[in-house]
């Protein structure tokens, strides 16, 4: 019998939103959610900035980082796009998105470009989702294994993993 609880890992992601002045945030509450067509969604919190730029422009990026750049991924994650420019405090480089205007982040292993649908409510969350119009892969696997590490996070426990190994705490690289 299982006891306490179990740090429940997930794929962490960046999601950039807006046009003209990119916010990339990092989320763990992403799934693909239907196949054809190609929906995936995240789960935001209706007071992060990052949800006024979706419901503004009706797009995003989701990107897939390596783990050769954790500590921008997190940094990402502990500024509010609310309290200035992101963008300029990140080190990261920006490719405009095939079928969206919005950005894709260039350092990602993958980058998904997708087209609001809908939103349903929850009590501390709104979970958007919306369908992938193009995807992008930047790296060839072969090329490029060491940043081709999957990095994923436990909500519960506030902790970054690598496979087979812990990368650090939640706001490691302030």
Known sequence: ML??????????????????????????????????????GIGIKRKRYTYDLIKKHHEFSVNFLGSNILSEVDKAGMMSGHMGNKQEKLAFHYDQGHTIKTPVIRESILAYEVKYMDEAAFPDHQWIYGEVTNIRA??????????????????????????????GKWGFSR
């Open 3 to 40: 006891t306490g609880r179990l740090p429940h890992l997930a794929p962490v992601v960046v999601v950039v939103a807006g046009i003209d002045n990119p916010n990339p945030s990092t989320y763990i509450f992403f799934a693909q959610v239907n196949e054809k067509p190609p929906i995936v």
């Open 138 to 167: 930047s790296y060839d696997l072969k090329d490029n294994p060491q940043g081709l590490k999957p990095v994923l996070a436990s909500f519960y426990s506030l902790t970054y993993h690598l496979p087979g190994a812990l990368a």
